[in-house]
């Protein structure tokens, strides 16, 4: 316990050194928690929909192009489609703000494709009823203060800029599309008419939900057949398939974030290395007199080695901590849509905390070994 006590008794005695490295900790592992947090949702997001029976129909030529939402008919028809949907996707922007918003225009079957938007009874009897009625994700709804009742106006990003009103019925409980924005697609084609849209009544892809796992390539292989040769040819995707596809296109994400948690150790360790040299350079002649009165080269390191482990451990908890306060419930990230959100869990906290305290630990190695090596008689006489 005596050793516990040395530790708490010499961290203040250079107090700003302390606050300014435990600081510099903490921020270190507020940032690797976050930036090890990015692969981590990003494989959450995936892996999650692997446990869906969806199928994403896009157009096989130009998905951008979209496809006939009437494809519908014919697929609910198919062996083993038990719902299928079509979905257009809207960007927009909250009228008088910038902030991208993925709305999402959905037919009125989505609760039977998406079971995971979890709509009681209730919340679909008030779908069907409200022409204008909207459902958002539980993160979008938290970083715009929303709540049920609330009369949303978005403005497209299109070149013409529609402006649609929506009444909010209530969240979508679903963690898997916690940023995005559905509406009903019916009401979104009745503006776009009035305005002149020209064309037919494509929607950007179509959602069908397959009634056992061991159908959905069957099924998929089957879409795909149906609709080889004619004006718009589709190419059917599992939920998963399609997630990591889009995905993909963010580039190498997982090793430029390890580059970038890489160079935050270093970071972290090259301080705290600096912090460790001063704090031993400074007790040459203390631990010189601690080595002649008794004291074993063992308690004396781990006296040291305890002060730096104290700065790693104060400085991971408030980084980590403080990571897990602003991300833990997720926040979005904007460029993977709907699906797109970042979540610091605590396993991940747990290790930012680990790598801040090993980091410290570590950086008193070398300033400790040399200090340890000078006999007393001359450390006792060195002037620092």
């Not at 009742?149 to 009103?165: A, F, N």
């Not at 869990?345 to 905390?353: E, G, M």
Request: contains cysteine; charged residues 20%; aromatic residues 6%.
């Amino acid at each position: 316990m005596y050793i516990f006590k040395l530790v708490a008794r010499n961290l203040p005695r250079n107090l700003r050194r302390s606050v300014l490295t435990t600081l510099t900790v903490a921020l270190a592992t507020f940032i690797f928690a976050v930036l090890a947090s990015v692969p981590d949702s990003l494989n959450r997001i995936v892996t999650d929909a692997s446990a869906t029976l969806r199928l994403i129909v896009v157009n096989r030529d130009l998905p951008l192009l979209g496809m006939p939402a009437r494809y519908c008919d014919r697929i609910r028809a198919m062996p083993g489609c038990a719902a299928c949907v079509a979905t257009t996707l809207w960007p927009a922007t909250l009228l008088g703000g910038s902030d991208r918003i993925l709305a999402v225009a959905e037919g009125l079957e989505i609760a039977d494709v998406f079971p995971d938007y979890d709509l009681s009874g209730d919340a679909r009897r008030a779908l069907y009823r409200e022409r204008r009625g909207a459902f958002a994700g539980s993160v979008l709804m938290r970083k715009y203060g929303h709540k049920p009742g609330d009369l949303i106006t978005l403005r497209g990003t299109e070149r013409d800029q529609l402006q649609l009103t929506f009444v909010l019925l209530g969240e979508l409980p679903s963690k898997r599309y916690s940023n995005v924005f559905a509406f009903r697609r019916d009401y979104l084609e009745e503006v776009r008419t009035a305005n002149g849209y020209p064309g037919a009544d494509l929607a950007t892809n179509l959602v069908v939900r397959v009634d056992r796992p061991d159908r959905l390539n069957a099924l998929a292989h089957e879409i795909d057949d149906s609709f080889r040769n004619s004006d718009y040819e589709t190419r059917t995707l599992t939920e998963s398939d399609a997630l990591a596809a889009g995905l993909s296109a963010v580039g190498d994400l997982r090793g430029i974030v390890i580059s970038l948690c890489a160079l935050v150790v270093l970071t972290m360790l090259l301080i705290a290395a600096n912090a460790a040299a001063m704090m031993v350079r400074e007790r040459v002649n203390e631990v010189a007199v601690m080595r002649a009165i008794g004291f074993d080269g063992g308690a004396i390191a781990a006296m040291l080695f305890g002060e730096c482990a104290a700065i790693g451990l104060i400085g991971g908890v408030f980084g980590a901590g403080a990571a897990l306060w602003i991300f833990g419930s997720g926040v979005v990230i904007g460029s993977l849509g709907g699906a797109g959100a970042l979540w610091v869990n605590p396993s991940v906290a747990v290790s930012a905390l680990s790598v801040a305290i090993a980091t410290s630990v570590l950086s008193g190695v070398a300033p400790i070994w040399r200090v340890l090596r000078i006999p007393p008689a001359i450390g006792i006489t060195q002037i620092v």
